[in-house]
């Protein structure tokens, strides 16, 4: 999944293309279809600590393949409980000012934010490796609004 190899031709477009449309076109090549459909509330919520967490979104970012998140730059990644009587429930949400919408942008910005809410992806998660899947999709999603991408096209990509 993450050693997708690129000829000369497509190595030669990939350099020209615009960041947006090179991160959609990764998004489609390590897309994990999401199944939204048939999602049940997980009344036994998979249990990590805060640490193990912050450490599994770190892993997933990590592994994540560089060309994908080569081009996001000042933007923290930061982990909370969404409070419960907040609406909607979210995995995820970016502030910021996506790459298509930006000016000038740099000295003295403060960081665009990625946060990760830990208690909703945790309680709709069966297992461990149910939760390494949320958090991957919802860093992917998160980051696609980075670089200018709305909820439709996430969907139609299989990250949202």
């Known amino acids: 999944m993450d050693d997708v190899e ?6 030669w477009v990939r350099a020209r293309m615009h960041p947006l449309a090179w991160f959609a076109r990764q998004a489609e090549l390590v897309a994990v279809p999401s199944n939204t459909s048939d999602e049940r509330h ?3 919520m998979v249990e990590i600590s805060d640490d193990d967490f912050e450490r ?6 990590d ?24 609406r909607p429930r979210l995995f995820g949400l970016y502030r910021g000012h996506p790459l298509t919408t930006r000016g000038v942008y740099g000295f003295g910005e403060l960081p665009d934010r ?6 909703n992806p945790q309680e709709y998660s069966v297992d461990l490796e149910a939760l390494r899947s949320r958090v991957r999709i919802t860093l992917v999603h998160e980051i696609g609004h980075y670089f200018g991408l709305d909820d439709a096209r996430l969907r139609e990509l299989g990250w949202a």
């Open 6 to 11: 690129l000829d000369g031709v497509a190595d």
């Open 42 to 44: 997980n009344w036994d």
């Open 56 to 61: 599994m979104v770190s892993e997933v970012f």
């Open 63 to 86: 592994a994540l393949p560089d060309e994908m998140v080569r081009g996001v730059e000042n933007v923290a990644i930061v982990v909370e409980n969404q409070p419960l009587g907040e």
């Open 114 to 119: 990625i946060t990760l809410y830990k208690n």
